[in-house]
């Protein structure tokens, strides 16, 4: 059999149900999308790294509220350059790698509620 037989094998393989488990982890993070939804990432995240200057206390530095799903859709976009183009968010403090991948993997499913 030439190569891409094999690789059309492998891609069947591990599209069935009993083997995705295998194939996402192949993908590294590939299984993290749709997992999330706003209320998680806001308690595993955005309350300990965000909350304090955006939102406690009508706090809203840059005039950037993440305490809402409404108020945080508005600044999406801006909270995504912040923190993964620009690197400038959160100030002081860094995401560990575990909450980054988590962040991106919701917004990538289109930051569900
Ligand atoms: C210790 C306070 C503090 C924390 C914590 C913090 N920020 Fe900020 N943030 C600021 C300040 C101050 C500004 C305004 C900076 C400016 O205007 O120059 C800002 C601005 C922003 C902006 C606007 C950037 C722009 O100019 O478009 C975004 C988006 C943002 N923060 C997102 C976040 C996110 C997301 C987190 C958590 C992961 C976070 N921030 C954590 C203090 C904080």
Redesign the pocket.
């Known amino acids: 059999m030439r190569l891409h037989h094999w690789i059309f094998l492998l891609q069947f393989f591990f599209s069935q149900p009993l083997f995705a488990k295998c194939g996402d982890f192949l993908n590294g993070e590939a299984s993290e999308s749709t997992k999330y939804n706003y209320e998680e990432i806001f308690n595993q ?2 309350k300990a ?2 909350f ?3 939102g406690e206390d009508g706090r809203r ?2 005039g ?1 509220d ?1 305490s809402t799903y409404p108020a945080l859709i508005k ?1 999406l976009k ?2 995504e ?3 993964f183009i620009d690197k400038i ?5 860094f ?1 560990t790698a575990q909450q980054y991948a988590k962040l991106r993997a919701w917004i990538d499913a289109g930051a569900p509620e």
């Open positions: 995240i955005l790294k965000c304090f200057c955006h530095e840059g950037v993440i600044d801006r909270i350059k912040a923190v968010m959160p100030s002081g403090d995401l």
